[in-house]
């Protein structure tokens, strides 16, 4: 099967779930109950968005997110931003280091969290001023910009980045 790929106002979307869309294109084809999910989904937000089948096969492929229609934007990123719901650390309180790892007793958007990190697995990535982490349950967490954190949740992170 030829790969199709979606740019433009070449289809349409609704949404039918959190997570689920069906879409039609505009040759007519229609496609029930794909889900979005981001092909690179750390490096690169808005573009090789793939929706995927109820088996898991792919339908299409999103080439780049912002060529589309405002209010198709809307409702791709809404199920992208329920799929990969990224807690957000606002704070570090406070750390405590074991033989494999640590642990950060982080504020997070999302509440109180105790993240525990294996620091040679990998456990921080970062790009730029975003940080990545990355706890022992394959978890994900967010720092959108290292530099907007307190002192001392930057001193505890300068330790390990």
Same mark, same amino acid.
């Given at each position: ?13 609704? /949404?039918?779930? #959190? ?12 496609? &029930? ?5 981001? =092909?690179? %989904? ?9 929706? #995927? ?9 999103? @080439? ?20 990969? #719901? ?11 280091? /074991? ?5 950060? !007793?982080? &504020?997070?958007?999302?509440? %109180? ?10 456990? !921080? ?8 982490? @990355? ?13 907007? =954190?307190?002192?001392?949740? /930057?001193?505890?992170?300068? /330790?390990?980045?």
């Amino acid at each position: 099967m030829e790969r199709i790929y979606i740019d433009n106002d070449m289809a349409r979307f609704v /949404r039918k779930d #959190l997570t689920v869309v069906d879409m039609e294109l505009a040759d007519g084809r229609r496609f &029930e109950n794909l889900e979005p999910h981001r =092909l690179f %989904p750390v490096s690169v937000q808005d573009q090789f968005i793939t929706l #995927l089948d109820e088996n898991g096969a792919e339908q299409a492929v999103i @080439r780049d997110l912002k060529t589309l229609p405002k209010d198709q934007q809307e409702i791709i990123e809404d199920c992208l931003n329920e799929y990969y #719901l990224i807690p957000k650390i606002l704070r570090i309180r406070d750390f405590h280091e /074991r033989f494999d790892g640590l642990t950060l !007793f982080a &504020e997070t958007d999302k509440g %109180p969290k105790d993240i525990d990190i294996r620091i040679l697995l990998k456990g !921080f990535r970062m790009e730029g001023v975003r940080v990545m982490v @990355r706890d022992i349950n394959d978890n994900r967490y967010e720092i959108p910009d290292i530099n907007r =954190l307190d002192s001392l949740s /930057r001193q505890i992170l300068g /330790r390990y980045i």
